[in-house]
């Protein structure tokens, strides 16, 4: 994946380096000072036009700055469109889900493969869908500077690519980090017993093949090998990777089940230290991501409600 990412963002941008004629937008109600009503029967604009209005659109013909878009193109930028919008949701839905529900945490034992693969799919495929709709959308460069609506998809793409350069030095830099964190501390746990703290033991949740882990008064057991405990999951109720103190007291067995398995440590409680540079910018970026969500979709409440 690292190899291509230079061609895609180079793909991006020249697609965005190409000019295009738009359909009339209010821009031109701006650029003159005159209301739709002045252009178009109706007054909210669009739909058929008065004589001024045919006479602007002969002007703006004779200047080639107004195309009409054929049936094709109309196809085109719908079907552009809902996927641009289907995989925004589908991405900003997984964001808002894990740092919302599951907390950062989740993500700092190891960045789950199939959030990983999902999050590089939606920004491939928005980047590739947004592009397109850029280009059917702004009639020039200069319009994504002079006009509301290129003001506001520009600040779109500018967000967008910090998101997006943010999930390169996560996937690169803090991702390997993390793993080999964590497998440093599997190594150690198997060879002797060891303390961890309580965010420690969150990365031993039984997931994609890591090991289970649960505490209980203050020891750590290894709950990997039991059939009870597959996946990481007891009865889809109760997930390894946290103290089980109080959820077993409502169990309808005794603590007779927990203290069969292998203890492998204690939990670690006080001051941990200061966490590793490379975690920092994981919760960073993580929180940061999620502010910037909030301002992409209040920028496209702008663009489409704002006038």
């Known amino acids: 994946m690292k190899k291509y990412i230079p061609a895609i963002l180079f793909s991006t941008f020249l697609l965005l380096s190409l000019a295009a004629l738009a359909c009339a937008t209010p821009e031109y109600?701006?650029?003159?000072?005159?209301?739709?009503?002045?252009?178009?029967?109706?007054?909210?604009?669009?739909?058929?036009?008065?004589?001024?209005?045919?006479?602007?659109?002969?002007?703006l013909k004779m200047r080639g700055l107004y195309s009409?878009?054929?049936?094709?193109?109309?196809?085109?930028?719908?079907?552009?469109?809902?996927?641009?919008?289907?995989?925004?949701?589908?991405?900003?839905?997984?964001?808002?889900?894990?740092?919302?529900?599951?907390?950062?945490?989740?993500?700092?034992?190891?960045?789950?493969?199939?959030?990983?693969?999902?999050?590089?799919?939606?920004?491939?495929?928005?980047?590739?869908?947004?592009?397109?709709?850029?280009?059917?959308?702004?009639?020039?460069?200069?319009?994504?500077?002079?006009t509301r609506l290129g003001i506001l998809l520009s600040i779109k793409i500018f967000l967008f690519l910090i998101m997006t350069g943010t999930a390169a030095v996560v996937t690169f830099y803090v991702g390997p980090k993390m793993k080999a964190k964590m497998k440093r501390q599997d190594a150690a746990s198997a060879a002797e017993e060891t303390d961890f703290s309580i965010e420690e033991l969150r990365a031993f949740d039984g997931r994609e093949g890591r090991a289970a882990y649960i505490a209980f008064k203050g020891n750590v057991y290894d709950v990997t090998a039991s059939r009870l405990w597959k996946d990481g999951s007891h009865l889809r109720k109760h997930s390894a990777g946290g103290d089980l103190t109080e959820i077993l007291k409502t169990?309808?067995?005794?603590?007779?089940?927990?203290?069969?398995?292998?203890?492998?440590?204690?939990?670690?409680?006080?001051?941990?230290?200061?966490?590793?540079?490379?975690?920092?910018?994981?919760?960073?970026?993580?929180?940061?991501?999620?502010?910037?969500?909030?301002?992409?979709?209040?920028?496209?409440a702008l663009m489409r409600w704002g006038d």
């Open 29 to 59: 109600a701006r650029q003159t000072g005159l209301m739709c009503s002045r252009c178009h029967i109706d007054a909210t604009g669009g739909g058929p036009l008065t004589p001024a209005g045919q006479t602007f659109l002969a002007q």
């Open 251 to 300: 169990a309808p067995h005794g603590e007779e089940k927990i203290l069969s398995m292998r203890r492998i440590g204690r939990v670690r409680s006080g001051f941990e230290g200061a966490r590793p540079f490379y975690e920092r910018v994981f919760y960073l970026f993580a929180y940061m991501n999620l502010v910037i969500v909030f301002l992409i979709v209040f920028v496209i």
């Open 68 to 146: 009409p878009p054929s049936l094709t193109e109309r196809i085109m930028r719908v079907i552009t469109g809902y996927v641009h919008l289907l995989t925004a949701i589908i991405w900003f839905g997984t964001i808002l889900y894990v740092h919302v529900l599951l907390k950062p945490t989740y993500a700092a034992k190891g960045l789950p493969r199939g959030e990983l693969l999902l999050g590089w799919a939606s920004i491939i495929i928005m980047a590739t869908s947004g592009t397109l709709l850029a280009i059917m959308t702004m009639p020039s460069w200069r319009a994504f500077y002079t």
